[in-house]
């Protein structure tokens, strides 16, 4: 069983900077791809960024390129969300999820495994 951990969410102000950590428990963490998804209060789940296996090959949703990053280290298991120019919008639960696949997909159909999410708060 593949657990996924997120951290790093918080309140922030506009303008402001984040960056989520997601902690995967399994050790073939580094052969699948990994992606981060948000979901705001009466909203469906979105697709934000996902990262391929080696983290050579990225995909963002446009409303959050330029302005967020996403990358991995297999050596610790861990992919990260660097999320800068943070606008309300952005307000939402964040999680990660790992892939099915080596790649990038967007469709959350296409992610086996789930973490809890965690808060992100923009304030104006």
């Known amino acids: 069983q593949v657990q996924l951990v997120e951290s790093g969410g918080g309140l922030v102000q506009v303008g402001g900077s984040l960056r989520l950590s997601c902690a995967a428990s399994e050790g073939t963490f580094s052969t699948y791809g990994m992606g981060w998804f948000r979901q705001a209060p009466g909203k469906e789940r979105e697709f934000v960024a996902a990262v391929s296996w080696g983290g050579g090959s990225t995909r963002y949703a446009d409303s959050v390129k330029g302005r967020f990053t996403i990358s991995r280290d297999n050596a610790k298991n861990t992919v990260y969300l660097q999320m800068n120019s943070l606008k309300s919008e952005d307000t939402a639960v964040y999680s990660c999820?790992?892939?099915?696949?080596?790649?990038?997909?967007?469709?959350?159909?296409?992610?086996?495994?789930w973490g809890q999410g965690t808060q992100v708060t923009v304030s104006s």
């Open positions: 999820a790992r892939a099915r696949n080596p790649t990038t997909p967007v469709l959350t159909s296409q992610y086996d495994y």
